[in-house]
């Protein structure tokens, strides 16, 4: 079954910390990963979208890591800031033409 | 580009009653997709439509939920009879050329809706 995991389900840190949110798939065959970034009340607004051939992405203080082989991905943020404050979904397409697997999200909040 | 439109934005109704969600996609975008996110199953994809021409709905839950696309610029999701489980925040996106790998999907800023 085609699924996408995520952890931690939450997560606390303080303004300046760096933090890693994780991302394990199940998703066969897989075509790209993805990172949207939620904040309260709001739609999803993309991040970064990798293919199984780039092993590292990165926007600004954001820093995608896609290991396809274990199938597994990892989100660093940098520099915490209160801004940074949102839910983080991991989503992988399948297929070239396939639907959108979404995870469930991490819940990270940013304290002063 | 005022981005993905969506109204209303919050929606409160009693069970049995008809529900209707309305979506105005991003101008010269030719996919269109809605969204269901609860805290118990995340998000969901309901249903896309390419060109106005519905390509998978297999993530409607049911009958009672049926969405159109009459033109380029115009999506509706409606539910009748809605039920308290319909509950949730319902989203409507947009992209270019959904086939394309690196195509970003833009989400609106989603229907709150409360079946009581």
């Known amino acids: 079954k085609n699924q996408v995991e995520q952890s931690p389900q939450s997560l606390i840190i303080l303004e300046g910390k760096n933090c890693t949110l994780q991302c394990n798939y199940t998703v066969s065959p897989f075509s790209n990963l993805r990172w949207y970034k939620q904040d309260t009340g709001r739609g999803p607004v993309s991040l970064t979208i990798?293919?199984?051939?780039?092993n590292t992405k990165s926007n600004g203080r954001y820093t995608a890591t896609l290991d396809a082989d274990t199938k597994q991905s990892s989100l660093h943020i940098t520099a915490s800031q209160l801004s940074d404050s949102a839910s983080y979904i991991c989503?992988?397409?399948?297929?070239?033409?396939?639907?959108?697997?979404f995870g469930k999200g991490t819940k990270l909040s940013v304290k002063p | 580009d005022a981005g993905v439109i969506q109204s209303p934005r919050h929606e409160v109704t009693e069970m049995g009653q008809e529900v209707t969600l309305r979506c105005k996609p991003i101008?010269?975008?030719?996919?269109l997709f809605w969204y269901r996110q609860t805290m118990m199953r995340g998000l969901e994809l309901l249903i896309y439509?390419?060109?106005?021409?519905?390509?998978?709905d297999s993530g409607m839950p049911e009958d009672r939920f049926s969405a159109k696309m009459p033109n380029a610029s115009f999506s509706t999701l409606k539910i009748q009879p809605s039920e308290p489980r319909d509950s949730a925040v319902y989203f409507c996106?947009?992209?270019?050329?959904?086939?394309?790998?690196?195509?970003?999907?833009?989400f609106g800023p989603g229907t709150r809706l409360l079946v009581l």
């Open positions: 101008s010269g975008h030719d996919y």
């Open positions: 996106a947009s992209s270019y050329q959904s086939g394309t790998w690196g195509v970003t999907q833009y």
């Open positions: 439509f390419n060109n106005n021409v519905p390509i998978d």
């Open positions: 989503v992988v397409k399948y297929k070239s033409q396939g639907n959108l697997i």
């Open positions: 990798m293919t199984f051939s780039e």
